[in-house]
């Protein structure tokens, strides 16, 4: 397979989907965290909110500034987050090593308070989005670039992004969710021909679903 089908051969030899561009860190997120079932609270609440900071931009670029992030938003605890002032919006508009986007900021903050309330509503965050997940039949039979590029969203991404909107949440339009919904491993999109694909399929196998 070549480029033009959605893989790319690394250095090492290895097949790969084609997005990371043989980036030493975008490889090492594509191997060892894309796609990977996500059942902890604080990095599903981390990996839905940069989803909505890398609308407009490049996911790199969120990825990058990660660690920066986490400083900021104290690691993700949206216990803690969704305390937040408006000092603190002002505080971070100032820290240059994160996006300093005025409504990405305030939406994380409105989305923690959001998150505590669908934490009492179903147990945890986990088992809220997990109960989601596209059965077999919702899904493709093959998993390749004809079709990502087909379907930046699906209809579950409509219908979780439609739930968490009437929820009051923002910055979860059903682009940014199935782009979260693919991070956290509720879909495994590695490109068939891809070397990890298997190896997340597997991971997703022998995932515990949270209830």
């Given at each position: 397979?070549?480029?033009?089908?959605?893989?790319?051969?690394?250095?090492?030899?290895?097949?790969?989907?084609?997005?990371?561009g043989n980036l030493p860190d975008y490889i090492h997120y594509h191997d060892h965290e894309w796609g990977r079932p996500?059942?902890?609270?604080?990095?599903?609440?981390?990996?839905?909110?940069?989803?909505?900071?890398?609308?407009?931009?490049?996911?790199?670029?969120?990825?990058?500034?990660?660690?920066?992030?986490?400083?900021?938003?104290?690691?993700?605890?949206?216990?803690?987050?969704?305390?937040?002032?408006?000092?603190?919006?002002?505080?971070?508009?100032?820290?240059?090593?994160?996006?300093?986007?005025?409504?990405?900021?305030?939406?994380?903050?409105?989305?923690?308070?959001?998150?505590?309330?669908?934490?009492?509503?179903?147990?945890?965050?986990?088992?809220?989005?997990?109960?989601?997940?596209?059965?077999?039949?919702?899904?493709?039979?093959?998993?390749?670039?004809?079709?990502?590029?087909?379907?930046?969203?699906?209809?579950?991404?409509?219908?979780?992004?439609?739930?968490?909107?009437?929820?009051?949440?923002?910055?979860?339009?059903?682009?940014?969710?199935?782009?979260?919904?693919?991070?956290?491993?509720?879909?495994?999109?590695?490109?068939?021909?891809?070397?990890?694909?298997?190896?997340?399929?597997?991971?997703?196998?022998?995932?515990?679903?949270?209830?």
């Amino acid at each position: 397979m070549s480029e033009k089908d959605g893989i790319i051969t690394g250095p090492d030899g290895v097949g790969r989907c084609f997005w990371h561009g043989n980036l030493p860190d975008y490889i090492h997120y594509h191997d060892h965290e894309w796609g990977r079932p996500v059942a902890d609270d604080r990095r599903l609440f981390e990996k839905i909110c940069l989803e909505g900071f890398q609308s407009g931009l490049s996911w790199l670029t969120i990825l990058r500034k990660r660690e920066n992030f986490r400083e900021a938003f104290a690691g993700f605890d949206f216990e803690r987050v969704a305390e937040f002032t408006g000092a603190d919006v002002e505080s971070l508009l100032g820290n240059a090593g994160i996006v300093r986007h005025r409504g990405k900021i305030v939406s994380t903050i409105n989305n923690a308070r959001r998150a505590r309330e669908l934490v009492d509503e179903a147990g945890s965050l986990a088992a809220w989005f997990w109960k989601f997940e596209p059965a077999p039949e919702e899904r493709p039979a093959i998993v390749d670039l004809a079709h990502l590029r087909a379907n930046p969203t699906t209809a579950v991404s409509a219908r979780i992004s439609k739930e968490l909107k009437k929820r009051g949440w923002s910055f979860v339009g059903p682009t940014t969710v199935y782009a979260f919904m693919q991070a956290m491993g509720m879909v495994n999109d590695h490109i068939e021909g891809c070397a990890c694909r298997a190896g997340v399929e597997a991971a997703r196998a022998g995932f515990r679903r949270p209830v």
